[in-house]
């Protein structure tokens, strides 16, 4: 079949990648002069399975309140005196937070997360694709005993859904990641996930994207989608307008993350999708041996108390988190920014030349119980593939085989209930 995907971030990318490999002819359509130029470009860099416990949770909900005010917090709102598509997030984000939802959207989201996990293991076997890779696991760290047990907490749960995990005493940790020295005595404990990765999840979607051209994908950049033209009678999506015309197609797949929504409402969709701005910066790695201590981390690693990731990307660290609830304002903040750099220095404190990184901000797409949209819509041939929040890069390459199987009219390998829209 024809099949138009709208986005080339890399949950688009890698969903053209494999409809092309099901035998479909595969047209992607973006905005950008390339492939993964907005959300993918410079994300936290993790495939971090580990990393899914919900923002909507009975301890998050106490942490935001204590947030409130606060222009340094983990999370910010950017109050709007009128901002209909964030109260309503809003209200569906707090009947989330109670322990039942909590531990039934883990293990949405990790069902996702580690199919997706094992499926990127079996790509980069199977063609080989480098991206800066990293394969010692992901390692999170904790400052104080109530993060310790919150971190506990989340583990134990995903270890009862299949994550394998490790806790490690200080000197464990420190075997694991020699760079954490500086701030041994800061941490309380460690928490090590061996199977988890990072890697430049940009890079990784430019590859894939020549990859899929080599099967026959056409990529037209340039390109900005106006809405959805609709056959109400018969269920089906009979085109899709841009500024270049109107492009039609047998089956189409949304995947424009957080602008997902607009396009949705011209089909009457009432996506659940809200931006939550993240920040980062990349820092030049400093030579080894620079110093008298180790410098930049070779682990990735997840500060659960500052809400911060880290991952080594070849001679670079990316350093990644906050989040800025503030409409799709992609406006970047320099406070905002100066925290990330704050922290970073603060926990390696020798990694690179901080006052020469790049600084970057894009817009996550979070439903309001972080796990994605993903699968067949009431119009017949439309299918979603958004709403990946934080966890696009992760969840990215097995969100595409679900996909792939839905359009090629096949059963998902695995159980894909309470991954649709019809949750909502």
Known sequence: MKVLVLGAGVVGTTAAYYLAK????????????????????????????????PWASPATLWKALKWLGDPDAPLVFRWARWDPALWAWLARFLRNCTPGRERLNTERALRIALYSRASLKALREETGISYDERLQGIL????????????????????????????????????????????????????????????????????????????????????????????RANRRITGVRTDAGVLTADRYVLALGSYSPFVARTAGLKLPVYPAKGYSITVPVAE?????????????????????????LGDRLRC????????????????????????????????????????????????????????????????????????????????ARVIADLVSGREPEIDIRGLGLDRF
């Not at 460690?190 to 430019?206: K, N, Q, R, W, Y």
């Not at 590859?207 to 809405?227: I, T, W």
Request: charged share 25%.
């Open 22 to 53: 099901a035998g479909h002819a595969v047209t992607v359509i973006d905005r950008q002069p390339g492939p993964g130029l907005e959300t993918s470009l410079a994300n936290g860099g993790q495939i971090s399975a580990s990393h899914v416990e």
């Open 288 to 312: 080894p041996g620079a110093g008298n201590a180790p410098g930049a981390p070779t682990v990735s690693v997840i500060d659960g108390s500052y809400k911060m990731v880290y991952s080594r």
């Open 140 to 231: 999170h760290v904790f400052r104080s005993e109530k993060d310790l047990a919150e971190g506990h907490h989340m583990a134990d749960q995903a270890r009862a859904n299949g994550l394998e995990s490790r806790v490690l005493d200080r000197a464990d940790m420190l075997s694991t990641e020699p760079a954490l020295t500086h701030v041994a005595d800061d941490l309380t404990g460690a928490i090590h996930f061996p199977e988890d990765e990072s890697g430049d999840a940009h890079l990784f979607t430019v590859r894939l994207a020549e990859m899929a051209k080599a099967l026959g994908v056409e990529f037209r950049f340039g390109v900005s989608v106006q809405g959805l033209e609709t056959d």
């Open 320 to 399: 990644a988190g906050t989040a800025e609830l503030a409409g799709w304002d992609q406006t970047l903040r320099e406070r905002r920014a100066e925290t990330i750099v704050r922290h970073a220095r603060k926990l390696f404190p020798k990694a690179g030349d901080f006052d020469h990184a790049e600084r970057w901000c894009g817009l996550r797409p979070k439903t309001p119980d972080s796990v994605p949209i993903l699968g067949r819509t009431p119009w017949e041939n439309l299918v979603l593939d958004t709403g990946h929040g934080v966890l696009g890069w992760t969840m990215s390459v097995g969100s």
